[in-house]
């Protein structure tokens, strides 16, 4: 089963930041929390993943609390084209070629409005 | 980097016939490749887990010789779905991960059992 609990929708408006919440209460210490989003009828695109640092990259920021039971994941400035379903996923870190599998929640429909 | 390349997009095919589904990785040695089965409005579902050389895990409720997985080598791996009927009419994803971390997902092939 998931690990995480997200909401099922969420609106924005186009150019504003879009926060996408997550909860993970149970996660573990070796546990990376991932994010990412499916654009309808594609692969799942990777964003961005952090262990307990908050982090950033070119499409986004991910704040993870200090006792890292939720996260935040963060769109400066959200685009129609950032519509998508938003997935975050815990998973343990990948050691020496050992891989440890993503398992899908329901996710939370952004939808970025004009 | 880190592309995985996913063919056919799109399929159709006669009731009690096999249809096989490749997936390579084409700029990195994946060590390990997942397979996911998507219904409408649903989230991703892993079916099976598979390491280069040796034998596909599946997941519970996940019939093994239906769905035959192949992971013959590090860039390659595919899934054939046996005597496929409507029921199986689904999108199929797969995803490859490489021993430096990380996760990237093929853009899916719709397959549709007439």
């Known amino acids: 089963d998931a690990k995480t609990t997200q909401p099922p929708s969420m609106d924005c408006a186009e150019g504003r930041a879009a926060n996408l919440p997550c909860n993970h209460s149970?996660?573990?210490?070796?546990?990376?929390v991932y994010w990412y989003r499916q654009i309808h009828s594609q692969g799942p695109q990777y964003i961005i993943h952090?262990?307990?640092n908050n982090e950033t990259n070119e499409m986004a920021s991910l704040i993870i609390t200090e006792d890292r039971k939720s996260s935040t994941l963060i769109l400066p400035h959200a685009t129609l084209r950032d519509t998508a379903v938003y997935y975050c996923?815990?998973?343990?870190?990948?050691?020496?070629?050992?891989?440890?599998?993503?398992?899908f929640g329901t996710g939370t429909l952004l939808a970025v409005q004009p | 980097g880190a592309v995985v390349s996913q063919h056919p997009s799109r399929v159709i095919c006669k009731s009690g016939t096999s249809v096989k589904i490749e997936c390579r990785s084409l700029d990195f040695q994946a060590t390990t490749m997942f397979w996911y089965r998507q219904f409408p409005k649903q989230s991703l579902m892993l079916m099976a887990t598979s390491n280069e050389g040796s034998k596909a895990t599946y997941e519970q409720g996940v019939e093994k010789d239906k769905f035959l997985i192949n992971h013959a080598s590090l860039t390659l791996s595919t899934l054939t779905v046996t005597s496929a009927h409507p029921e199986d009419s689904s999108f199929y994803i797969c995803?490859?991960?490489?021993?430096?971390?990380?996760?990237?997902f093929g853009s899916g092939t719709r397959l549709t059992v007439v």
């Open positions: 149970t996660i573990s210490g070796n546990e990376y």
């Open positions: 995803s490859a991960s490489r021993v430096a971390g990380g996760y990237t």
């Open positions: 952090g262990l307990k």
């Open positions: 996923i815990v998973s343990a870190a990948v050691y020496g070629g050992a891989t440890n599998k993503l398992i």
